[in-house]
């Protein structure tokens, strides 16, 4: 079956707001990897609009880093499901807008035949693992304290305690550090 | 000039509280699987051999209770003779030490 990832990058007091972190090349190379390992990303609205037509833009321009351009092109190959009530269309040609059940449409594609589902933002990623549907964390914690902005799981109902096996850490030059749990 | 340093459990979500002692928190204690005897070497080897100690009440009790355990079993007492600070309204006994 299917494992459905949620990556993310949080400072050290939980914060997940991107205005409040930086994404610098080695961040960028940590998920254009993360981006080919799986082949079907999830989004919200929000997380979605602030990723396209942004990072598509990124790769016909071709005018960033490499870093940049690297990710832009993982980004843009990949299958994309957006989870929204309001969302008219979209441009992009890989993208599939989805107005079901979350809990349901998410059980259906861990079944379904394929690599695993990489799941990003924060509205879609909480309530899957309210409904503990997600199997692998990737944190990437950056070395700042943000003192303020939305926190990771702020006002999600866990039923209980979520116990993770941490199977994997990567220290990048920035002081960031990658932390990839299990769900035990 | 001395530096402060801050070391705290916190959990993915951000969460330091460890004691229900602040209201229905559920978790009561989930630090305790953590406070393994490698874990406590980490600690005093970040406190060095010479330091003193600021805390509010609560959490000076808890630091003071690890750190006895602590002495009682490799480290020969020396956190327990650091001096400590509490920061509190309401002055109290100061059984614990220094």
Redesign the interface.
């Known amino acids: 079956m299917r494992k459905v990832i949620f990556a993310i990058n949080i400072t050290?007091?939980?914060c997940c707001d991107h205005t409040k972190q930086f994404v610098d090349e080695e961040k960028l190379e940590y998920f254009t990897h993360l981006t080919r390992e799986v082949d079907l990303q999830v989004f919200g609205r929000k997380t979605y609009q602030l990723m396209v037509p942004y990072w598509p833009d990124v790769l016909k321009n071709q005018s960033e880093t490499k870093a940049d351009t690297e990710f832009a092109r993982a980004f843009d190959s990949i299958n994309k499901i957006v989870f929204s009530r309001s969302l008219v269309g979209a441009e992009d040609k890989n993208t599939r807008i989805v107005r079901t059940n979350l809990r349901d449409e998410i059980l259906k594609l861990k079944q379904e035949q394929g690599k695993n589902i990489l799941v990003g933002g924060v509205d879609i990623p909480s309530q899957l693992i309210e409904l503990g549907l997600v199997d692998e964390?990737r944190?990437v914690v950056g070395p700042i304290v943000a003192g303020e902005g939305r926190?990771?799981?702020e006002g999600v109902n866990l039923p209980e305690?979520l116990q993770?096996k941490l199977v994997e850490t990567k220290i990048f030059k920035s002081g960031s550090v990658a932390?990839r749990?299990l769900k035990q | 000039m001395r530096k402060l340093k801050i070391m705290e459990h916190i959990s993915l979500d951000s969460v330091i509280q460890h004691s229900a002692d602040d209201g229905d928190f559920p978790y009561s204690d989930w630090t305790s699987p953590y406070r393994t005897p490698a874990g406590r070497d980490v600690i005093l080897a970040a406190y060095g051999a010479s330091f003193d100690s600021t805390a509010w009440p609560a959490h000076l009790r808890s630091l003071v209770g690890l750190l006895a355990k602590g002495a009682e079993q490799s480290d020969g007492g020396r956190p327990q003779w650091a001096t400590k600070y509490v920061a509190t309204h309401r002055p109290e006994s100061l059984e614990w030490g220094p």
């Open positions: 050290v007091d939980g964390y944190f926190r990771l799981l305690k993770l932390l749990y």
